[in-house]
DNA sequence: CGTCCACTGGAATCAAGGGTCT
DNA sequence: AGACCCTTGATTCCAGTGGACG
């Protein structure tokens, strides 16, 4: 019988991580530390649902890796066996990040309810009315208190605007003996303020929370806490545990980045069979991580953004600084894209697919007068990594594509 | 100080493609 | 089969604008 070609793991025990479960940044732990505030706050707001009072609703603000969806979670969880007897609550959370139409939103709410394979809602054909109308019916008929979580907020606000959560907020006059209450949770400190209009403001803002950064020393803590069942003993230099924090503290207080340090860390470390965790291995592992937020929205890009980033990288820049303006990209993208035998969007598109790449933080760009020599987007190609090219141009609607034009000479002539 | 460039940013609109419903 | 509905991607239109130049 050969050797299994998995020998060289089979025969290695895992001699630093116990359990990299933990060190997930999804795991919900026992005890969220330097949160009791605002556990507190959302118990005591959603409490009267026990007795199937109506509470007030929430909008909960933090940045992310504050621990906003896991303290909710908890709460909503610890809810749901508080009332296991009474039965008077029901606990549905929806990320409106990943579920980001009105119709899916309303959709994944509605499946939730129904249990009844039969009845469930088509995910696609029906009318918004009618999906609401039949939620409506279905959250009535259980005679309960619904409180509905619905996470990162913001993001299908940008891109719907706030008809649904209208509607979802002024669901209760429809019903007769079921009640709902809505926690919104946003990333956007300025969405509460400037997002949101006026007729869903007042109602959605009921009850404001904060959730404030963690301190470097609040994530020391909560790290320490993770690695007591994450890690073997001893196998952590004591300087890695403040750097991890450190790192993560001077961003946003995001405890998710700080997990993901310390778990790639401890990856590469046991990979490399050392015995201990170094701050060395801090170090590759904030490399590996940018570096592999960089491939993976890159390879989430559509094509048409491909050709456009492509585009920016190879449009030479025509002043010292650098930098390229809309324009230029825009003459080598049409040329770019011909040649690749896609058909040519209008300019107006590529600024969109630029502000878009912007907002991704794989390019920078901001706009800038030239006085009369226009406005325009100028647009950092030095920021612009090697990385970001080595990973492009393997891509495969790259594969036998031709880059020696000189898109400066070749735009002379059209 | 006003002009005026080369866009930006927002919004309305269209077309195609996924469906359901009667 | 035909009427509707939602989503997505792209197009078209248009009012605005920061600041160098004259």
Known sequence: MADSIFKKYLEKKNNLIKNRGILQATYVPEVLLHRDHQIGEIVDIIAPSLNKDKPSNILIIGQTGTGKTAVVNYVGHELEKADIESNNCRYIYVNCEVID?????????????????????????????????????????????????????????????????????????????????????????????????????SRLGEEKIIFPPYTP???????????????????????????????????????????????????????????????????YARQKIELDAVVEVIKTLTEQSKIVLMSIIKTPSSNETGSVTTGDVYTTYIELSRNMGYNVLSQRMVANLISELDMLGIITARVKSFGRGGRTKEIDVNKVSNDVFFILSSDDIFRGVDFTFKPNKQTTLM
């Open 217 to 283: 020393e609040q994530l020391i803590d909560i790290l320490n806490n993770r690695i007591e069942y994450a890690l073997y003993p001893d196998v952590i230099d004591n300087s890695v545990i403040p750097y991890c924090a450190a790192i993560s503290a001077q961003g946003s207080g995001d405890a998710r980045k700080a997990l993901d340090l310390l778990r790639i860390s401890a990856d590469i470390a046991e990979r490399n069979g050392d015995s201990i965790i170094t701050s060395a291995h801090v170090d």
């Open 101 to 201: 139409t009105p119709y899916s939103i309303l959709y994944n709410i509605s499946n939730q309810i129904i249990t009844d394979p039969n009845k469930k809602i088509p995910f696609t054909g029906w009318s918004l009315e009618k999906i609401f109308n039949e939620l409506a019916k279905y959250i009535d008929d259980e005679d309960r208190v619904f409180i509905i979580v619905l996470d990162e907020i913001d993001m299908s606000f940008k891109k719907n605007g706030d008809d649904i959560f209208y509607y979802l907020t002024t669901i209760n006059e429809m019903l007769k003996k079921s009640r709902v209450s809505i926690i919104g949770i946003t990333n956007n400190s300025t969405f509460a303020e400037k997002l949101l209009s006026p007729r869903i403001k």
